[in-house]
């Protein structure tokens, strides 16, 4: 097939003292998420879009969380792999729609510079990285701020 559609999705607990990664930007925030890798729920998500829609697994089989070496990582590294790896299979991406649901902090001034990161790693256009955000009117895990959660859905094109 020549055009293929992936789904991801990803949920970190928000911690005090970890710093905020989103997009692949930090962001001034009273907590951060917490995970093995520097808990970035958007890279996440663009990961596993992209792992799935090339029928790769996720991100879980490539980069498992049981792994020392992945302690911390920067998610702009596994991103770049996940790019890597969806090439070798002969795809490339056509565009990226994310949302964001989160209720503190306002991100929408930190967007743009999301956008240029997903677009630099990727080797898109800005306007190939569509990033939205919501919150969730103060209900449940995100509402209270005791999480996030990151959806992507990605269109790739075998080459």
Request: proline share 3%; with cysteine; glycine share 8%.
């Amino acid at each position: 097939m020549n055009i293929r559609i992936g789904f991801g999705i990803d949920f970190h607990q928000l911690v005090t003292d970890r710093e905020f990664w989103l997009g692949g930007v930090l962001i001034p925030h009273t907590k951060g998420a917490l995970g093995h890798s520097d808990a970035d729920v958007l890279l996440h998500a663009i990961c596993d879009a992209m792992l799935g829609a090339a029928c790769l697994g996720d991100i879980g089989v490539h980069f498992p969380d049981t792994d020392a070496a992945l302690k911390n990582i920067d998610s702009k590294i596994l991103l770049q792999k996940s790019f890597e790896l969806i090439s070798k299979e002969g795809y490339k991406i056509i565009n990226i729609d994310s949302s964001l649901c989160l209720q503190a902090p306002k991100i929408k001034n930190y967007i743009p510079a999301m956008q240029q990161t997903i677009a630099d790693i990727l080797s898109l256009k800005v306007t190939d990285v569509s990033i939205k955000a919501t919150t969730t009117e103060k209900m449940g895990f995100v509402g209270r701020e005791e999480g996030l959660v990151a959806y992507a859905s990605i269109l790739l094109q075998k080459i």
